[in-house]
């Protein structure tokens, strides 16, 4: 009969063990979640940072009519170059 309150008593650490288990996985997870907006943040700062060194135009239509990965300067080349 001694072995059914010893059971109880495993199966209780094995719980509390399996919560603690769950709680350290959720302050990881929220962590990372915390991570991922911060380096947005970063990247978006230096890419910030690049552009006020550069000089690059900041307004609008300049940069809602560059194409993706093109530079400024790529159109007056090619028009000097006849493509």
Sequence with gaps: MRTQPDALVRLEKINQKTDEARAEAQKIMAERRDEQPKARTRELIELGGIISIVE????????????VGARPDEDSRHADQGT
């Design 56 to 67: 690059f135009p900041v307004d609008r239509g300049t940069l809602a009519a560059l194409p």
